[in-house]
């Protein structure tokens, strides 16, 4: 069974740059999408993007200036940057894969706090 | 504003049968298979419903879905006490070129 564990700074100042990495364990498939997906506290979900395991990409358009992921099957991690961070940020964030569109395995979330 | 549109609340009592909808359009339902989300307090959101109507191994035969034109419908019976989350639905759309979701249906169990 597939394991999602996210991991990062918990605290990102203003402007700058959040950095997230998801650590898969229990198997990593080649045939998945590797998806970040965040939660503002007492809000929805909303989808960031996706990363193929070829490393093709598709991102949230109201997000994508700002966002870059990447996969590195070598140690079973998949990552997300997120630029220029306002408070509007502040959410916890998943990591979850796919097959398709459907997000089978999810981490069990990272808060994420952007002040100064 | 999400692009799906889910009622934020829904109730029943026990042993009731519940139905929550979602509606979209043809950039996303219409042409798309529909997923839903049970996000339990405090956990992270779970699988419940995929490819419109499909239960992943080990969700109970109470839960089930289904899609028709631009909507779909998660259906709960039997509800029992540990139903009471919140719901999401969620579907690739076309225009956009990604994942959107429902803003979410708060169910409580009366």
């Known amino acids: 069974q597939v394991q999602l564990q996210e991991s990062g700074p918990g605290l990102v100042k203003p402007s700058e740059t959040l950095s997230l990495t998801c650590t898969v364990s229990g198997g990593f498939i080649r045939s998945y999408y590797w998806s970040w997906i965040r939660q503002p506290a007492g809000k929805g979900l909303e989808w960031i993007g996706r990363?193929?395991?070829?490393?093709?990409?598709n991102y949230n358009p109201s997000l994508k200036s700002r966002v870059t992921m990447s996969v590195d099957t070598s140690k079973n991690q998949f990552s997300l940057k997120l630029s220029s961070v306002t408070a509007a940020d502040t959410a916890v964030y998943y990591c979850?894969?796919?097959?398709?569109?459907?997000?089978?395995?999810w981490g069990q979330g990272t808060l994420v706090t952007v002040s100064s | 504003q999400s692009v799906l549109t889910q009622p934020p609340s829904a109730s029943g009592t026990p042993g009731q049968r519940v139905t929550i909808s979602c509606s979209g359009s043809s950039s996303n339902i219409g042409g798309n298979t529909v997923n839903w989300y049970q996000q339990l307090p405090g956990t992270a959101p779970k699988l419940l419903i995929y490819?419109?109507?499909q239960r992943p191994s080990g969700v109970p035969d109470r839960f089930s879905g289904s899609k028709s034109g631009t909507s779909a419908s998660l259906a709960i019976s039997g509800l029992q006490s540990e139903d009471e989350a919140e719901y999401y639905c969620?579907?690739?759309?076309?225009?956009?070129?990604?994942?959107?979701f429902g803003g979410g249906t708060k169910l409580t169990v009366l």
């Open positions: 990363v193929y395991t070829s490393g093709s990409t």
């Open positions: 979850a894969s796919a097959i398709d569109t459907a997000l089978d395995y």
């Open positions: 490819r419109n109507n």
């Open positions: 969620a579907a690739w759309d076309d225009s956009l070129n990604g994942v959107v």
